[in-house]
Structure formats: C-alpha cells, structure tokens
C-alpha cells in the first residue's frame, strides 16, 4: 500500500516503546541528580557558615581569654583603667559565646545529608514495583 506525502514511516512498536521508556529514565535520572546537586550545596553552605562561625567564636574566646589576663594583671592599678579592660573582656567573651551558639545551631537543625534524594528514589522505586506488579 502506498504512503501518503507527508505521513511519518510506520514505526516499529517495541523500539519506540524501549526509546520512549528510556527517554523517561534519563528524564527522572535527570532530575535526581539536580536533588541531589542542590542537597549537596546546601550541605556545603551549612558547613561554611559553621566554620566561619566556629572560626569567629575561637578568635573571639582566645581575645577574651587576652584581655581577661591583662584585667587581672592591672587589677591592683589605680583609676579607671579596669573599667575599660573588664567590659572589653566581658565584650569579647560574650561575642565569643554567641559565635560557639550560633556555630551549633546549623548543625542541630540540619535534616540527615541527601534525606530528599533518598525520599525521592524511594518513591520512584515503589512506583517501579507497582509498576511491575501491574497484571
């Protein structure tokens, strides 16, 4: 029978169902690794801002610790000067206590690493058995 202008070759069923079922793995593979791409990043600035945190609370405790020693070392001087070295050491200090809470506090509230992805293919599995099971 002749093929009209124009009409597509008949295709083989088989292969065009394989092509298209593979079309759809790479699709969901796709879209798994861009879950897991941004896991991965937010995991990466979590762990920045607790470094940069910890860094800041060491830094800060370490200067407190500092102006603690000279506090005492001057505690017998005259005048005013221990005013001043006693807020700049309470000042360090509490900055540094607060940079130790705020490095904790990321890492308390953190989800498991890559608990989405793993959700994800969890689903997309069980959809696959359903599939399978599917007289």
Not at 14 to 27: E, M, N, P, Q, Y
Not at 49 to 56: F, K, N, P
Not at 112 to 131: C, I, K, Q, T, V
Request: charged residues 20%.
């Amino acid at each position: 029978m002749p093929r009209a202008e124009g009409a597509a070759p008949p295709r083989d069923g088989f292969w065009a169902s394989l092509r298209g079922a593979g079309a759809t793995l790479l699709d969901l593979l796709h879209t798994r690794l861009e879950l897991l791409a941004t896991e991965l990043d937010e995991g990466r600035l979590r762990l920045l801002a607790v470094l940069g945190w910890g860094t800041a609370a060491v830094l800060l405790l370490c200067m407190g610790l500092g102006f603690l020693a000279v506090f005492l070392t001057v505690l017998l001087w005259d005048s005013h000067r221990l005013l001043v070295l006693g807020v700049m050491s309470s000042l360090f200090l509490a900055g540094g206590l607060a940079a130790l809470w705020l490095a904790r506090r990321p890492l308390a509230d953190a989800p498991p690493l890559l608990a989405g992805s793993l959700a994800e293919l969890a689903a997309d599995a069980e959809a696959l058995r359903r599939l399978h099971e599917r007289p």
